[in-house]
């Protein structure tokens, strides 16, 4: 089956420490992209990668990386510089990016990300 | 900036009868593109219908229409004949791109229950 798998579903994590998200897919889907979920929120952009290699910052981008070293999978990692981590993290990705306007992108299953 | 305005936080309706979510906007944009997207209980993020600003034809998807009125700014979803499936969270979503740049707004959502 093709799709878009995000792990883990729930994640625990101290104050200060790194954590890295995890996104894979298997659509063969050029464009990759993060997003961040608050209570009663709608997503909004962290990053988005249009291919492999390459990467642009979202709306809200500051303490988050991210790389794209494999066409299938986009790391997110959450640094201690982000200050206030706890959200849901939804990924997804699209067959492309652009050029024939924005394709329908598909969404992974979310990581809900909590700092103690 | 682009702004994505859903004034009706809480709706509901009964089974198999017809609603209507309201979305507007707030756009300098000439292009763009209008989707409505929901979020059941899972969480995962579900395409429900696009729209693409040059169309001046309404989208339609089986059970799910929009009225879009491009100079109003307004980008309504109707549901007809409703199920209990779909009890969701309902986010308007706008988004224009250009050459390297990306722009995405969510609305705060309207969460619709499904009355049996």
């Known amino acids: 089956d093709g799709g878009i798998t995000q792990s883990p579903k729930y994640l625990f994590r101290k104050e200060g420490q790194n954590v890295t998200l995890s996104c894979e897919q298997n659509?063969?889907?050029?464009?990759m992209y993060w997003y961040r979920q608050d209570p009663g929120q709608g997503l909004r952009l962290i990053y988005y990668?249009?291919?492999?290699?390459?990467?642009q910052k979202g709306d809200i981008a500051e303490g988050y990386s991210v790389s794209r070293e494999k066409k299938e999978s986009f790391p997110l990692t959450v640094t201690s510089a982000q200050k206030n981590p706890t959200a849901f993290y939804l990924c997804?990705?699209?067959?492309?990016?652009?050029?024939?306007?924005?394709?329908?992108?598909?969404f992974g299953p979310g990581t809900r990300l909590t700092v103690l | 900036a682009q702004t994505v305005t859903q004034s009706q936080p809480e709706m509901s309706v009964q089974e198999a009868e017809t609603v209507t979510l309201s979305c507007t906007y707030d756009?300098?944009?000439?292009?763009?593109?209008l989707f409505w997207y929901k979020q059941p209980p899972s969480r995962q993020m579900i395409l429900v219908i696009r729209?693409?600003?040059?169309?001046?034809q309404n989208a339609t998807e089986n059970r799910f229409s929009v009225n879009f009125q491009k100079a109003a700014k307004s980008f309504s979803l109707k549901i007809s004949d409703s199920q209990l499936g779909d009890t969701a969270m309902y986010f308007c979503?706008?988004?224009?791109?250009?050459?390297?740049?990306?722009?995405?707004?969510f609305g705060k959502g309207t969460k619709l229950s499904v009355i049996p």
């Open positions: 979503v706008y988004i224009t791109h250009g050459a390297g740049s990306y722009q995405l707004t």
């Open positions: 990668s249009q291919i492999v290699n390459d990467f």
């Open positions: 659509l063969n889907h050029d464009a």
């Open positions: 729209q693409e600003a040059y169309k001046q």
């Open positions: 756009t300098s944009e000439n292009n763009y593109y």
């Open positions: 997804a990705s699209s067959i492309v990016w652009g050029l024939v306007g924005w394709d329908t992108q598909y």
